[in-house]
């Protein structure tokens, strides 16, 4: 009898542990936040968005400085709302990725407006919410800061180039260094790609995981040298279903982009402009906007 107490002892000690354990690691992987990195916040960049700002042309749907220039423009298809950005610049240092609260980290995020605001973004969508995976390369404005290859690697990266180029790349045949070394300047790895080479890459049945067909979306392509297109799509509601990643890709083709990617979307799906957010985020069912890892944007 003492041996059958003893025994059920260590064995409720055991699964007591193992359940803390299991507890612990999804804390860790969802809600925990942990800091592993600052990134230095840049006065120079804050100057240059003040003087651009002071002498640009700024309307509801445009904004142009001389450096950049943004036409948004809605449209409805498939029952949902789109918003289509044309952005064109001079340079491709003014398409950037910023980091929540300027930190890299583990479940540190805050919402896309917020990170917008504090990088002085003209335009800014969510980026690939990097925080909610473990693995995956992790490069952000030439700096690597995670080199373990992703999980999906057969879904493919979108590598935005220094000279503003897009690739669509496999983390499994290559390594974060080398894309670094032939001038990476910033990874995004969410997908699929919607688009490459001009012809649309995914099938009517494609999809993300387990996601359902119609869904909120945020995408980025380019269209030629420095002529860059965002679309982002409402969803979830009764005024707007959702696009599928067909449907996506279909809107990509429609303004001529050349290469095209499927950002993070969901409750994520957010677009920024001229300091407000102007699409419907959706999170939980209400109209509210997602705190996520990192953004996308244009800006100084």
Not at 262 to 291: A, C, H, M, W
Request: glycine content about 8%; hydrophobic content about 35%.
């Amino acid at each position: 009898m003492k041996f059958l107490k003893k025994s059920y002892a260590y064995a409720s000690v055991f699964g007591l542990l193992l359940t803390s354990g299991f507890s612990y690691t999804l804390l860790k992987t969802f809600v925990l936040s942990e800091s592993m990195t600052t990134v230095a916040a840049n006065t120079q960049d804050t100057k240059a968005a003040q003087t651009a700002a002071s002498n640009a042309t700024i309307t509801d749907s445009s904004y142009s400085d001389g450096n950049i220039s943004i036409n948004l423009t809605e449209t409805t298809v498939a029952n949902t709302q789109v918003y289509i950005a044309d952005i064109t610049t001079t340079s491709s240092d003014y398409l950037k990725t910023a980091l929540a609260q300027n930190t890299y980290g583990t479940n540190v995020t805050a919402k896309t407006s917020e990170t917008a605001a504090a990088n002085n973004a003209i335009l800014a969508v969510n980026g690939d919410y990097y925080g909610a995976n473990s693995t995956g390369y992790v490069i952000k404005n030439g700096v690597i800061y995670r080199d373990t290859v992703r999980d999906d690697a057969e879904n493919g990266d979108l590598a935005i180039f220094s000279d503003g180029h897009f690739e669509i790349i496999y983390e499994n045949q290559t390594t974060a260094q080398e894309l670094l070394d032939k001038g990476v300047a910033n990874l995004l790895a969410f997908g699929p790609s919607l688009v490459e080479n001009g012809e649309i890459t995914v099938s009517t049945n494609s999809e993300v995981g387990q996601a359902m067909s119609s869904n909120p979306r945020t995408a980025i392509g380019i269209i030629d040298e420095n002529h860059y297109i965002i679309v982002v799509s409402d969803g979830r509601t009764s005024e707007s279903a959702g696009l599928s990643l067909y449907e996506l890709a279909e809107v990509m083709k429609s303004y001529g982009a050349k290469t095209a990617y499927n950002l993070d979307g969901g409750g994520s799906s957010t677009l920024y402009f001229n300091g407000q957010v102007i699409n419907k985020p959706t999170t939980n069912g209400s109209i509210s906007e997602r705190s996520v890892s990192d953004i996308v944007y244009f800006g100084y």
